[in-house]
């Protein structure tokens, strides 16, 4: 069985060979020049026939005289003598043909991590059983980075500010590495593009080793090209899109200067449409005349519509399942309808601790959502959602129709805001009393995400703010009054390769303008579940009345902290630790217990997001509350 060492660790012997003075061939900005894979098959002849296993000779391999571990790694991974150790030659002639093959390919390896003195010895025990080959390694002084030119071939400045070798990571004085000579190269190039130079060529790398004072001095000759505008953009693929939608999304105009960022930005924007199964766009191999280039944009459409349904089912709620029909370009302009029904707690109870006069109804949700892209401008959506709704939580049950229609703003990849209106009718009944409610809400919302991942963050930072003033338009209440919520969560990535991940997150809702009493059941706030307090069930993280039901509160404090450890890279467990809980007074007085919950969870991680399995336990529950509680969902908890 022969075992191959890893790319990643072998490419390096060719980067070696890139430090000699050769001549580049045509390397465009846009596109990094690529390094061809080296050959891992091992330059020693095989036998037409595998000698028997009897007539083989085992061997072991030991490197000796390096002390940094990834000098080493390097070197184990190069070696033929290690990668085809379970392949024993046939004889004592093999293994020194084989010892003698990776004498080059070691100090090529040297040579490549900076060590252009090195010495190896390579020896042979054939006496012992199995025989042992010893490589002796003598790495030598480090070379050093010493001089860094980049030239034009007539002697011409680059355009723009001069480019430094610290941006290139070529810093006097480091070790002269040969990746870092053609990370360097490729770093220059995009450089280049982004001075809205795409054609840019590195026409010659000149690498000088001077051992008298084991120094490097590299020189980067360049052609810039021609400074490149945005020309005409053809659109292919489209079918069913109107293709004014797409233009509209271009972040360009023509004549501007090239920029590649704005080529990824319209990707972007063009994908968020939901309508396209693939979206690249690119700009045209060669320049056009004057420098004016042309652009593509090609895309795939996707099925315009789709469906689903799922079921489930839970010892304390009983059979539940849901079903949706879609369409997603509804009229050529990436419209989306959604047709929607749930129904839930079939066979199950309410979760209420108390035996109150139910509506008698199963869970019910039906839906219909819409949503208009690009609404009256750019990246501003409309959309209207309705409602009709039966639940039964712990805290109440509740009939009622909810209409919304809201325009929702992408100011920019990261500020989001909406505002729009929505009107509920509906009754709600606690252990106490019943509501008719009727109620006219003006949402107000803005949200900054500042994280490198919608489902899996593992850094930057992410804030919401949620502001709805509520006006009675007949029903029990005739107070109206306003809901304030604000929620707050970091992300820090400890290891720096998403790793370990610490998270962090706070939330501080408040009711202005009525008491706890004036307010319907389905307005209050409430804590305790899964994206609230871990360890408590829904709704049970804070006061209750004498049938031990929640009561909501008037104001909420929650806070949570867990640390994301990645075992593999598709497993990981998360240690967390909840706190929260409701007032009845307007903002949080911290006069009642905050409830805390710590738990452990585990995560599969796939392509779409992290699959969260968390299982919570409460730390000081109150009579009746279960001792744990399991939770399911896509994406991480906050």
């Not at 029909?325 to 009229?331: D, I, K, P, Q």
């Not at 920019?412 to 008719?436: A, H, P, W």
């Not at 809980?581 to 949080?588: A, E, G, K, L, W």
Request: charged share 25%.
């Amino acid at each position: 069985m022969i075992c191959h060492a890893s790319a990643s660790r072998i490419a390096v012997l060719l980067l070696a060979v890139a430090l000699a003075p050769v001549p580049l061939g045509a390397v465009r900005a846009q596109e990094p020049p690529e390094i061809a894979p080296p050959e891992t098959t091992p330059p020693e002849t095989t036998p037409p026939e595998a000698a028997p296993a009897e007539s083989r000779l085992p061997y072991e391999v030991e490197i000796t005289g390096v002390e940094d571990s990834t000098l080493r790694d390097l070197l184990r991974d190069t070696s033929t003598l290690v990668s085809l150790k379970d392949d024993p030659p046939p004889s004592l002639l093999g293994l020194e043909r084989r010892a003698d093959d990776d004498r080059e390919r070691l100090q090529t390896a040297l040579r490549s991590a900076g060590y252009y003195d090195a010495t190896l010895d390579v020896r042979i025990d054939a006496e012992r059983q199995p025989a042992k080959v010893t490589v002796a390694v003598q790495p030598g002084p480090e070379y050093r980075f010493r001089t860094v030119t980049i030239r034009t071939e007539n002697g011409v400045p680059l355009p723009g500010a001069p480019i430094t070798a610290d941006e290139l990571g070529l810093k006097a004085g480091d070790r002269a590495r040969a990746p870092q000579v053609v990370d360097a190269q490729g770093g220059l190039l995009r450089r280049m593009g982004e001075r809205g130079h795409p054609f840019a060529k590195v026409a010659e790398r000149r690498v000088v080793v001077d051992h008298t004072d084991r120094g490097m001095d590299v020189t980067f000759t360049v052609d810039p090209g021609p400074l490149v505008e945005f020309g005409e953009t053809r659109i292919e693929g489209l079918k069913d899109v109107d293709e004014a939608l797409i233009r509209g999304r271009l972040p360009w105009r023509e004549g501007q200067v090239y920029d590649p960022a704005l080529l990824e930005r319209a990707r972007q924007q063009i994908a968020q449409l939901d309508v396209f199964d693939t979206v690249r766009v690119r700009l045209a191999e060669q320049p056009g005349p004057g420098g004016v280039t042309p652009v593509t944009v090609s895309l795939a459409e996707r099925l315009p519509r789709f469906i689903g349904a799922s079921t489930f089912y839970s010892s304390e709620d009983g059979l539940g399942g849901s079903a949706y029909w879609g369409h997603r370009n509804l009229f050529g302009g990436a419209e989306r309808l959604r047709l929607g029904v749930e129904v839930g707690r079939i066979g199950g109870d309410t979760g209420s601790s108390s035996n109150r006069d139910s509506l008698d109804l199963p869970d019910l949700r039906f839906s219909v959502n819409f949503r208009k892209p690009d609404f009256l401008a750019v990246r501003q959506s409309l959309l209207l959602n309705f409602e009709v709704v039966s639940d039964q939580p712990p805290a109440y049950d509740r009939v009622a129709t909810e209409l919304t229609a809201t325009l929702e703003r992408q100011v920019t990849d990261q500020l989001k805001i909406s505002y729009g209106v929505t009107g509920q009718r509906g009754r709600v009944r606690t252990n106490l009393r019943d509501y008719q409610t009727a109620l006219i809400g003006v949402p107000l919302g803005a949200a900054w995400d500042g994280s490198d991942n919608l489902l899996n963050p593992t850094k930057g930072y992410r804030a919401s703010l949620q502001v709805t003033p509520w006006f009675p338009i007949g029903g029990d209440t005739d107070t109206q009054f306003t809901s304030v919520q604000v929620n707050g969560s970091a992300y820090r990535d400890l290891s720096g390769d998403g790793r370990y991940v610490a998270a962090g997150r706070i939330g501080v809702g408040s009711t202005l303008g009525a008491t706890l009493d004036q307010i319907p059941p389905d307005r209050r706030f409430y804590a305790g579940g899964g994206g609230s307090v871990r360890g408590f069930g829904f709704q049970k993280a804070g006061p209750r009345d004498v049938f031990g039901d929640p009561t909501g509160g008037r104001s909420l404090f929650e806070a949570g902290l867990e640390l994301r450890i990645k075992v593999t890279d598709t497993i990981g467990v998360v240690p967390f630790v909840d706190a929260g809980t409701v007032y009845d007074s307007t903002f949080p007085d911290f006069s009642q217990p905050l409830r805390v919950g710590a738990g452990i969870g585990a995560r599969y991680y796939t392509d779409f997001g992290p699959l969260r399995v968390d299982v919570g336990f409460p730390l000081n529950p109150e009579s009746g509350d279960a001792r744990w509680q399991l939770y399911l969902s896509l994406g991480q908890a906050f």
